[in-house]
């Protein structure tokens, strides 16, 4: 499938009635795309393009910027280590050559049977638990080379499915709004006045 | 007072280290179950957003500002002033709330969101009715998949049960709040960045004047950013009141802050603590907090504000977590992260994973942050690797001043006999990501001077002779 499936589309257009303007749901939708197809297709783009009223190019343009989003396939497990200082300082070098080693690939790179691809990530937020890493931006910390070892048995096994869905899939649950309590999206031309609430008045 | 034991840490919430101390963001923490609706109803939650739809919006307005709240992102500008810097009568006018946590050392934005969702939306809440913004974006950082499942459950909790929407508790006062992500951009964190980002461009600073996105920012419109934590401080501000904020800290820092330390201590933890009072010393050795450096080690240097900081020695201890003094003592306070160095670290090396971050993250826009971050990582990696010159320190200083003209800001050194450079820099760039590739470089040139003498060779001069001379 390269295109928006059927079920996706509706959720793209229910992302896109959020925004005053349509483009600015692109990186959601780039997201949905990925979590469709693993990587990002060039026919997502357009079709993406098509829904928010930008051309491939653009939304190309966009995407390409943010380093999530990926072009061509990557390993079902994308295995991010932290290099920056406060990992670093905590011995996050020694974990990445642990890793290369295990898994038989060099920085960047994907093992034979596309279960992992290796890359170097810069700060994840979790620094007090240095060395750390994110599988498919899930954390693992304080990773010892034995803890590095039995996440890839674990993963191989199948042991986390439920706790790491495949490369994609960011977060599992969306946000809904429900119809009647929306307040709804206005194109910021079609506003005015203050809100009602600004008249000097409780609102209460 | 000081004791181990007045610590605890959760299981639930990796890295956290609560203590005896006053609560404002994390009181919720130690419950397994913070992050649900039914818990935060049974400890205080909305009635922040009660308390302040009973009075008119500029009335709590005026209470923010009153009370001083800093921005917790970098700059520790002051919200009720950012709020008012909104051009009058134009509208709409929004709220993006910046999620996009992702500079080095730092993460407390991430911890609130995971552990305390909706007390970020009723700060959300409250800043919108105080300022009269339309409608909010709350840009979650992409590679936080954790942070995006509580923060959508949340609002999909909070819509249905009345608290964000239309007519919010039954009052004349409408919100949608829309959960955003990002996907993988450090600049975005920048305000204008993320506003590009969110208008679904590539997440490129913007051009300055206008310097504040509340003239002109999403959609053209009159815009506010601001930081997770500062509107997570709202909910307690609006039940306890600006004189009982402003009693916590001191009067030009109030409240309290969280701050992660990571590095060479023996409890590395991210600690909420008093705005203006606590200082670095009490932060790396109290037992109440890191303990001291780890091994019974000496303290070499340590970072004091995120990643982009330059670094502070033991002579800084003493500083306390607060802002003009700080900047006096040749630093920031910038995102409340501390990384610690002890007398192992290999210092060029360390810098380098700075800079190898802030070359990596430049987005492009200005030239003297795209080629200037490179050369800084290429030359300092060249010297890292034993095999620099000392005419790459040269140019290292060449380049530095070629991003920030002028004498960089850093630290005072006793051991050095050197003064301090006051905070902040001149910079030729649009934003802050170029400084920062220089500012670990600059901390380490001047505060240790003798770690890179010893790892370059002299060069020698070749004299050039004529072709056929040598034979």
């Known amino acids: ?204 | 007072m000081n004791t181990p034991n007045s610590t605890n840490t959760y299981p639930h919430a990796p890295g956290f280290v609560a203590g005896e101390r006053p609560r404002i963001v994390t009181s919720r923490f130690e419950h397994a179950d913070s992050y649900t609706l039914e818990r935060y109803l049974a400890t205080d939650g909305y009635a922040g957003l009660r308390a302040a739809l009973g009075r008119p919006a500029n009335e709590v307005h005026d209470e923010v500002k009153n009370a001083t709240v800093l921005g917790r992102g970098g700059a520790g500008f002051p919200a009720g002033t950012k709020w008012g810097l909104t051009p009058q009568g134009v509208f709409p006018r929004y709220l993006v709330v910046n999620g996009d946590e992702s500079e080095p050392g730092t993460y407390k934005d991430r911890l609130l969101m995971e552990r305390d969702p909706h007390q970020l939306i009723e700060g959300c809440l409250i800043a919108c009715y105080a300022a009269g913004l339309s409608q909010c974006f709350l840009y979650i950082r992409g590679e936080m998949a954790l942070a995006q499942e509580r923060v959508a459950t949340a609002l999909n909790e909070a819509y249905a049960a009345g608290y964000v929407g239309k007519n919010i508790l039954g009052s004349k006062f409408s919100l949608d709040i829309v959960l955003h992500w990002g996907a993988g951009a450090y600049v975005v964190g920048e305000e204008t960045a993320l506003i590009e980002s969110l208008e679904g461009n590539r997440g490129m600073p913007r051009l300055k004047p206008p310097y504040f996105p509340a003239a002109i920012g999403l959609y053209g419109q009159p815009t506010i950013v601001n930081n997770v934590e500062t509107l997570a401080n709202l909910p307690w501000l609006m039940r306890n009141g600006a004189e009982a904020y402003t009693a916590i800290g001191t009067k030009t820092s109030p409240g309290t802050r969280m701050v992660a330390v990571s590095g060479h201590v023996k409890r590395p933890g991210v600690y909420e603590i008093i705005n203006g009072v606590t200082t670095f010393r009490d932060l790396i050795y109290n037992e109440e907090y890191c303990g001291g450096i780890r091994n019974g080690n000496k303290l070499m240097a340590f970072v004091p504000g995120g990643g982009s900081a330059p670094w502070f020695t033991e002579d800084q201890l003493d500083v306390p977590f607060e802002g003009p003094q700080a900047g006096a003592a040749g630093s920031m306070l910038g995102s409340g992260a501390v990384m610690v160095m002890d007398e192992t670290t290999d210092i060029p090396a360390a810098a380098l994973t700075l800079t190898r971050f802030y070359a990596h993250e430049s987005c492009g826009k200005c030239t003297p942050c795209r080629e200037g971050g490179t050369w800084l990582e290429r030359i300092l990696s060249r010297i890292v690797d034993g095999k620099g010159t000392d005419a790459d320190l040269a140019q290292l200083v060449e380049v530095g001043t070629s991003i920030c003209p002028g004498d960089f800001p850093h630290a005072s050194s006793k051991r050095l006999g050197l003064d301090a450079v006051p905070f902040p820099y001149k910079m030729n760039t649009i934003c802050f990501v170029g400084p920062s590739a220089y500012a670990p470089i600059n901390s380490a040139l001047v505060l240790f001077p003798e770690e890179f003498a010893a790892r370059v060779t002299k060069r020698t001069m070749i004299p050039v002779t004529a072709v056929g001379a040598a034979s």
């Open chain 1, 1 to 204: 499938m390269a295109r928006l499936s059927e079920e996706n589309v509706r959720l793209a257009k229910e992302i896109i009635g959020r925004y005053p303007r349509a483009r600015s749901a692109t990186i959601p939708l780039l997201h949905l795309a990925q979590e469709q197809d693993g990587h990002v297709t060039n026919e997502a783009m357009a079709h993406i393009g098509e829904l928010v009223g930008a051309t491939s190019a653009e939304v190309y343009g966009t995407a390409s910027f943010y380093e999530m989003f990926k072009f061509e396939p990557v390993g079902k497990y994308l295995i991010n280590i932290c290099g920056t200082m406060s990992c670093a300082l905590m011995g996050a070098e020694e974990l990445m050559h642990h890793a290369e080693h295990r898994l038989g690939v060099k920085l960047g790179g994907t093992t034979d049977d596309g279960m992992f691809t290796l890359e170097r990530a810069e700060c994840q937020a979790a620094c007090t638990e240095a060395p750390c890493l994110q599988v498919n931006y899930r954390y693992r910390f304080r990773v010892t080379d034995a803890d590095f070892d039995s996440l890839v048995d674990d993963l191989k096994a199948g042991r986390l499915n439920d706790e790491i869905p495949a490369h994609g899939t960011v977060a599992r649950v969306r946000q809904h709004i429900p119809v009647d309590r929306g307040v709804g999206a206005v194109p910021p031309e079609d506003v005015t006045e203050a809100p009602t609430w600004m008249d000097g008045k409780a609102a209460l």
